[in-house]
């Protein structure tokens, strides 16, 4: 069993994050073979700065060591070490169908938030996604929500690579969390949580201090009512609920009957202290792995030899299957 996922090094990573993605990755390490990777190259398809983003990827390298990744039981890598992504990328593109791309909505929504530039990085992002995973045969790609229409898509390149040039690359499935696979922004509880496109006050960011975590849970945006009940018609409410199951290793029901009739105030002060006690160790252990940048190169050295390892068969039948020499000239 194999499982891959990226993360991408823009911003500060948040709870969203956290829960949909990173927990899964640790998980991940227990169930089979996981191979993670800080997506750098997706995230020069939105307005960034390049100093900045070299200090991202530390930053978030740093969030997912201190999380529990293991480099010595998973495969840690950063995509940018792997021009076979990137290779694969184009490879694929003959397999991939301009309209499917054209559909995609996190396409619609990111081109619609660029004030200046519309990268066509940005609309090839999902071709460059299926790379990453089909690169490595992965089985099961653990993301959240919000990815499904990215992973259909990789499925679709997958099976249409297959049925043209023969069986060479794995067709993966999605795996999303059953509590928190969309953790909504907590100021405006219809849209996602997110690194690029959310509100400061609705974010809590994994690396906040338990101070700004309760500020951010007591203002947190709840619906009419009073009532601590779960339903589409209170979409802040159910939020809370969920945070507060995942948080706190519980099942929504049973958070829902504990607050029955306790107000709102109850329940945001008993989330906003699940989540500090539930992000506190990977606070406690950050700064020691972000202060050693050149142990995290040594990291991803390490991580980058072992991807390649994984890659090499894949990309050799790629590349015969396609009319292409399997092993370059010159290697
Ligand atoms: P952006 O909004 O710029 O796309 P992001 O917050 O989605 O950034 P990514 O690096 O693109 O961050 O996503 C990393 C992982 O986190 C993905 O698997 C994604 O599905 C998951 N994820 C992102 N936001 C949420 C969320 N609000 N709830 C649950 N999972 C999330
Ligand atoms: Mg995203």
Redesign the pocket.
């Known amino acids: 069993m194999r499982i891959f996922?990226g993360?991408?090094p823009?911003g500060r990573?948040?709870l969203?994050?956290y829960?949909?993605?990173i927990t899964q990755y640790v998980a991940g390490q227990d169930r089979g073979e996981g191979i993670y990777c800080v997506?750098d190259l997706h995230a020069i398809t939105v307005a960034y700065d390049p100093q900045a983003l070299r200090r991202s990827v530390y930053d978030t390298a740093a969030i997912l060591l201190a999380a529990g990744l293991d480099p010595e039981r998973c495969v840690f890598l950063r995509q940018s070490d792997m021009p076979e992504h990137t290779e694969l990328t184009w490879l694929l593109s003959s397999a991939t169908a301009y309209g499917d791309l054209q559909r995609m909505h996190?396409f619609k929504d990111?081109s619609a938030a660029q004030r200046e530039l519309t990268s066509a990085g940005l609309f090839f992002y999902p071709v460059l996604m299926a790379a990453d995973v089909l690169a490595y045969r992965a089985n099961e790609v653990?993301?959240?929500?919000?990815?499904r229409q990215h992973v259909e898509l990789m499925r679709d390149i997958a099976e249409r690579f297959n049925a043209r040039f023969g069986e060479v690359l794995v067709v993966p499935e999605g795996r999303y969390p059953v509590v928190?696979?969309?953790?909504?922004d907590l100021q405006f509880p219809d849209r996602?949580?997110?690194?690029?496109?959310a509100s400061e006050q609705g974010t809590i960011y994994v690396l906040d201090e338990p101070a700004a975590i309760a500020k951010k849970f007591r203002s947190a945006v709840t619906d009419s009512g009073s009532e601590v009940r779960r339903s589409p018609e209170k979409p802040g409410v159910t939020n809370l609920v969920d945070i507060l199951a995942v948080a706190a290793g519980r099942d929504p029901d049973e958070v829902e009957r504990q607050f029955d009739g306790a107000g709102y105030g109850a329940l945001k002060q008993a989330v906003a202290e699940a989540v500090t006690e539930y992000l506190a160790p990977v606070r406690e252990r950050y700064q020691e792995i972000r202060g050693d940048e050149a142990e995290l190169e040594r990291v991803f050295a390490r991580g980058a030899a072992k991807a390649r390892e994984l890659t090499a068969p894949v990309l050799r039948d790629v590349r015969e299957a396609m009319g292409f020499r399997g092993v370059r000239a010159g290697q």
């Not at 653990?142 to 990815?147: H, R």
């Open positions: 996922s993360i991408q823009t990573k948040h969203g994050n829960i949909g993605a997506v996190q990111k653990p993301v959240g929500d919000d990815q928190g696979a969309r953790i909504m996602k949580m997110s690194t690029t496109g």
